[in-house]
């Protein structure tokens, strides 16, 4: 078996009927897996709004009854579809694990955990719409940015509660007669950070106004410094996404030869190799 760790996203199945399977459902370069999944896709905005017209309170019952009803067929259908995603796919347990796997079986818990019929439309007309993940190639590169900048946005995360923490304590502490308690304190501190400005709480002391300026100013260039790194990600990704075929290292399409071994590529050959490989990101 050849080294590349993509391989397997070629490797042949010997089953004509997963085989075809297969490419209806995996493969967006072939005209019949487009249509498919964007049936698929179309299916999914519409019982989406079919579904948010069940939560119309003018709507009567018996029509309530009726797009209720229309959720659990179409549930049904999606059932069905990761079945037949588990059963042809290349690597089942790939699948089943990949993000793609995982959204698409969030679709169907919510039918089997809770017995709150309007729970269980909420919940899977939210998990539904995660589906489109699938289809829309800019979601599918900020889930890649966001992968590769996870533990930059753990450190962000983690730093944007210390300081929520600290001035929603210190607010309290200056302003007790405007603040209730430490915890609506938090709240105070994060809208601010966020820039939000609800105008809810505002603070009337020289020493809350100079807090309020401080977490501001802290709140922008935090979330300045993580988009700009995502972004920087995303572009990563959209501009490294070919793999040499010597060294196997990712570098831009146009590249003739490899900045890192030297050697030669075949651009038509490895840009439809590559272009096959994205469209099918697990199977």
Known sequence: MPNDPQSWRHRIINNPVRDNLNQCLFDLSSPIGRKVNQTLMLIIIFSVIMGMMGSLKDVEQQWQTLFHSF???ITLVFIFEYVLRLYSARRPLAYAFSIYGIIDLATLLPLLIF???????????VFRLLKLI????ALQLF??????????MVVVLAAIIIIVLVA???IYFLEPQNINDAFEGCWWALVTMTTVGYGDIVPHSPAGRLLASSLIIMGVTIFAMLTGTISVKVNHVVSYNRQCHE???????EFIYCPYCGSHQQLKQHKAMADKAEKQPFE
């Open 71 to 73: 959720e659990y067929g």
């Open 115 to 125: 017995g709150d019929s309007n729970t269980v439309i909420r919940l899977l007309r």
């Open 134 to 137: 699938r289809y829309l190639r």
């Open 143 to 152: 889930v890649s940015s966001l992968k590769d900048v996870f533990e930059i």
């Open 168 to 170: 929603g304590n210190l």
């Open 247 to 253: 060294c196997k290292r990712k570098m831009v399409q």
